[in-house]
C-alpha cells in the first residue's frame, strides 16, 4: 500500500501485525495505575469505539495489558509503519491544500527526531500530546486527506468528532485540548481523565500542531539569557566570563546550554537522566560533560578565569550542583532551573538523593513517598539557592512552576518584612501573608516587560516545500522587512529589533532546524503582518515554491494566561482570569486562520493556564493577502490592548502607536489613580 493509501484508509481493515516495543526509542514513563476496576473497564470500552466489533476481543486483552504496563492505552499495534515526518506538502492525499499543510505540520510534531516519546504522541514537555492514541492519529488524517474547503474538523483533545460543513473562511480545524469543568481541573484529574481516553495535555505547541523542533526555544532562551544579563550588567558590559547555572537537557530546557554559548556566557546544567545529557551532548548542544563535582568546580573556575564561552552538564542532581557550589564559594551570576515541576509527581523532578532508577521506580510503587522526597528535595534547592542569592545571584523562575511547586513543599521562598527568607507556614504566623514569592519570574523581569508588553513575541514559519533553498528565502525576506521598520521604530523597540535581525542573519550559520524547514523570531504586528505579506508575494512570484504556513508559540503577547508565566506580569488581579486567552482564539477564528487552537495547561501545568493559537497557510493569494492582515493585527493587538488595561506602560505606549497606525482601532485607556488618594481610605 502506498503512503497515499494509508493515510486515506484511516483505521485499517486488517488488523496490522503486533509492534515491537523498540527500546531505542525515548518512551514516556509509566503513569500512575490511577484508575479504579469499573473505571478501567470504561477506559477499555472508551478504547474501542475506534475499532470494529470483530476485532474487540483481541484488542481487549491487548488495550488491557497496556493500561497495567504504561498506565495508558496508546494503541501501540496502530503506529503507521511508514516513516513519521514532515513530507513536501503536494505527497499529500487530499482536497485541499490547507488541510494538507495541517498533515505535514502533525508528522513534523511526530517525527522521532523531533518528538520527545514519539510512538506515545508526545512531542515535548514529558506529556505534551498531538493524539492519546494511534487510533486518532489514523482517523485525523484520513478526515483531512477528505475534507474540503467548507468543511471544518472538530478536534476534542486528540479525538476527530469529525468533519462538520462550514465554508471557505471558516478555520479548517479547531481545536481544544484538556478544557474542563474549572473544578475538575487538578493535576490527579489529568491522570484520571487522560487514563480513561477522554482528554489529554497538549502543552502548547504540540497539540496544535505548532512544534518545530528545538529551534523555538533556543531563541527564546537566547533573548531570555541575553537580557536576563542587561538586567545584571552593572557598565553595560556583556556576559563575558559569567556564570549561568540551571538544570534539565531535556526538551525544552536542553536549549539552555545552546542559548548560553550563543549569548556568550559560562552555562553549567544539572541533568539526571544520562540518556538526556547523551543526546544534548551528541548533538553538540552542551560542550563538555562532568559527574565529578570536584572536577566540575575546578572546570568552572578555569573557565572564570579565561572568560571562556562554554556550556557544561553536570550528570547528577541540581540539588548536589546548587550545594557543591555553595560549599566551595563559586558565584554564580545568573541562576535558573528547568526541570519539568509542571508535572512533579510523574517524572518532571527527580528528588535528591535517590539515583535516577530508584525514583522512576518509587513514583510507581509508592506515589506518596515518592511526593514527600520531591518535597524535601525543593526545600533542599530552594535553601542552597538562597544562600547564593544572598551573595548577589540573580535567580528567576523560568516558568516551570519552580516557584509555586517549591512554596506547596513549604520552602523558604517568601521574604518576611525583615527580608529574611521564610515559608508560607511561619509568613502566616507572623500575619503577613502575600502571594509573592522571594523570586519573579523570567515572564515578570524580562519577557513581559521587555517583549510582550511591546507586542514582540515567538512567530514562526514553515516552509511546506521541504526545500532548505525555500527556508533560506524566507531568512532573507524576514531580514530585509525588519531592517526596513527598524529605520523608523521608536527607541522603545530599537533593542528587540537589533537582537533579532542578528538572530536572523545567523540562524542559517547556526544550523537549528530540525524536522520540518522552519524559523523563529520574535516580532511586534507591524512586523508579522509586513513579514507575512512579503512572504505572500514572494509565493505569488513564484519565488517561493509552495505554501508557507504561519504560526506562532502560545506562549506569546496574547496567546496565554498564565499568572505565574505568561501573564506574571500584570498585576490589577486579572492574572487569574483567562479572558484574553480565549478572546484571542475566538477573534483569530473568524479573521482567518486555518486552524485554531485553545489548550487546558501548558508550561506550569494542568489547571494553571489557558492557552491557544492558530496556524495559517499563506498561498500566494488575495485571499491570503486579506486574511494575513486581519488575523495577525488583532491576534497581537488583543494581548496588548489588555496589558495597557492592567496598566502596563510598554503596552500603553504600544496600543497608542497601533491605533495611529490604524484608525479603526479604538481601545480603553486606563485612568491612573493617585496613591495619596487610596491611601487614606482605609
Ligand atoms: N525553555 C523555555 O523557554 C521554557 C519556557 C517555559 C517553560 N518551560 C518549562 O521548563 C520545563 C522543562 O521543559 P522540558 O521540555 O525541558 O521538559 P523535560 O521533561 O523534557 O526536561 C526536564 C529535564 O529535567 C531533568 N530533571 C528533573 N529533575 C531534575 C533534578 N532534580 N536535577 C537535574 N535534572 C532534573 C529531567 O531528567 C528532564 O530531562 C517545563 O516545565 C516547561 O514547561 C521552559
Not at 102 to 125: C, D, F, K, R, S
Not at 543 to 562: A, C, F, N, P, Q
Request: hydrophobic fraction near 35%.
Amino acid at each position: 500500500m502506498t503512503f497515499q493509501e494509508e493515510i486515506k484508509q484511516g483505521i485499517p481493515e486488517v488488523l496490522p501485525g503486533l509492534k515491537a516495543y523498540d527500546e531505542n526509542i525515548n518512551h514516556a514513563p509509566k503513569r500512575k495505575d490511577i484508575l479504579s476496576k469499573e473505571e478501567k473497564e470504561l477506559a477499555i470500552r472508551n478504547a474501542l469505539r475506534y475499532f470494529d466489533k470483530k476485532f474487540h476481543e483481541v484488542l481487549a486483552k491487548e488495550f488491557a495489558e497496556e493500561l497495567e504496563k504504561y498506565g495508558r492505552i496508546y494503541m501501540y499495534r496502530f503506529r503507521p509503519s511508514y516513516k513519521m515526518f514532515a513530507r513536501p506538502i503536494q505527497e499529500y492525499p487530499g482536497k485541499c491544500n490547507q488541510a494538507k499543510a495541517i498533515m505535514h505540520m502533525i508528522q513534523n510534531n511526530l517525527n522521532e527526531i523531533v518528538a520527545q516519546h514519539p510512538h506515545e504522541l508526545i512531542t515535548y514537555g514529558g506529556n505534551g500530546a498531538v493524539f492519546q492514541n494511534w487510533g486518532q492519529y489514523l482517523l485525523t488524517m484520513q478526515y483531512l486527506s477528505d475534507m474540503t474547503e467548507s468543511q471544518t474538523l472538530a478536534m476534542y483533545s486528540g479525538h476527530p468528532m469529525g468533519l462538520f460543513p462550514s465554508h471557505k473562511n471558516a478555520p479548517r480545524v479547531v481545536v481544544t485540548n484538556g478544557m474542563m469543568i474549572p473544578n475538575y481541573s487538578k493535576q490527579e484529574d489529568w491522570e484520571k481523565y487522560n487514563a480513561l481516553g477522554v482528554t489529554q495535555y497538549g502543552q502548547m505547541t504540540a497539540g496544535s500542531y505548532m512544534y518545530i523542533g528545538p529551534q523555538g526555544i533556543v531563541h527564546g532562551t537566547t533573548i531570555t539569557v541575553l537580557n536576563a544579563g542587561r538586567k545584571i550588567a552593572k557598565h553595560g558590559e556583556n556576559l563575558a566570563g559569567k556564570l549561568f547555572v540551571t538544570s534539565g537537557l531535556g526538551g525544552m530546557s536542553g536549549a539552555q546550554p545552546k542559548a548560553g554559548n550563543i549569548a556568550g556566557c559560562i552555562t553549567v546544567c544539572a541533568e539526571v537522566n544520562p540518556k538526556a545529557v547523551h543526546t544534548r551532548h551528541s548533538q553538540k548542544w552542551v560542550d563538555e560533560v562532568f559527574v565529578n563535582l570536584d572536577d566540575l568546580v575546578t572546570r568552572i573556575k578555569k573557565a572564570k578565569e579565561n572568560k571562556e564561552v562554554v556550556s557544561i552538564a553536570y550528570q547528577g542532581n541540581a540539588v548536589e550542583l546548587w550545594e557543591k557550589l555553595e560549599t566551595e564559594n563559586v558565584y554564580i551570576n545568573l541562576g535558573s532551573d528547568q526541570t519539568s515541576l509542571h508535572n512533579p509527581w510523574a517524572g518532571g523532578y527527580y528528588p535528591v538523593g535517590l539515583t535516577f532508577e530508584e525514583s522512576n521506580k518509587l513514583m510507581v510503587d509508592n506515589p506518596a513517598l515518592f511526593k514527600e522526597k520531591v518535597q524535601e528535595s525543593l526545600r533542599r534547592q530552594v535553601d542552597a539557592i538562597n544562600k547564593h542569592t544572598a551573595k548577589g545571584t540573580y535567580f528567576f523562575d523560568y516558568g516551570n512552576a519552580f516557584l509555586l511547586e517549591s512554596s506547596r513543599a513549604g520552602a523558604a521562598i517568601y521574604k518576611d518584612s525583615k527580608g529574611d527568607f521564610c515559608n508560607k507556614e511561619t509568613l502566616s504566623s507572623l500575619g503577613e501573608e502575600t502571594e509573592r514569592w522571594a523570586y519573579h519570574s523570567y515572564v515578570q523581569d524580562i519577557m513581559g516587560p521587555m517583549c510582550f508588553d511591546y507586542g514582540f513575541g515567538p512567530f514562526r514559519w514553515v516552509c511546506t516545500s521541504t526545500d532548505p533553498i525555500d527556508l533560506e528565502k524566507t531568512d532573507k525576506i524576514a531580514c530585509e522587512v525588519l531592517e526596513e521598520i527598524k529605520k523608523n521604530s521608536p527607541n522603545e523597540i530599537q533593542q528587540q529589533m537589533a537582537d533579532n535581525i542578528q538572530w536572523i542573519k545567523g540562524a542559517q550559520e547556526n544550523n537549528l532546524v530540525v524536522g520540518s524547514q522552519a524559523r523563529i523570531l520574535y516580532a511586534d504586528a507591524e512586523g508579522r503582518m509586513k513579514i507575512a505579506e512579503a512572504f505572500n508575494n514572494a509565493i505569488k512570484n513564484g519565488d517561493i515554491t509552495e505554501s508557507i504556513v504561519l504560526g506562532r508559540d502560545h506562549h506569546d503577547v496574547s496567546g496565554t494566561d498564565s499568572p505565574f508565566r505568561e501573564t506574571s506580569n500584570i498585576y490589577d488581579g486579572s492574572q487569574f482570569t483567562a479572558d484574553m486567552a480565549i478572546q484571542n482564539v475566538i477573534g483569530d477564528s473568524f479573521r482567518g486562520a486555518t486552524w485554531v487552537s485553545i489548550h487546558n495547561g501548558g508550561g506550569v501545568g494542568w489547571g494553571e493556564v489557558i492557552n491557544g493559537g492558530f496556524g495559517m497557510v499563506l498561498d500566494g493569494s488575495i485571499e491570503a493577502e486579506k486574511r494575513l492582515k486581519s488575523m495577525l493585527f488583532w491576534d497581537v493587538n488583543n494581548g496588548i490592548a489588555r496589558r495597557n488595561w492592567a496598566r502596563n506602560e510598554g503596552s500603553t505606549f504600544a496600543i497608542k502607536r497601533a491605533m495611529e497606525i490604524n484608525p479603526e482601532l479604538k481601545v480603553t485607556l486606563p485612568n491612573k489613580v493617585d496613591d495619596s488618594i487610596l491611601h487614606q481610605l482605609f
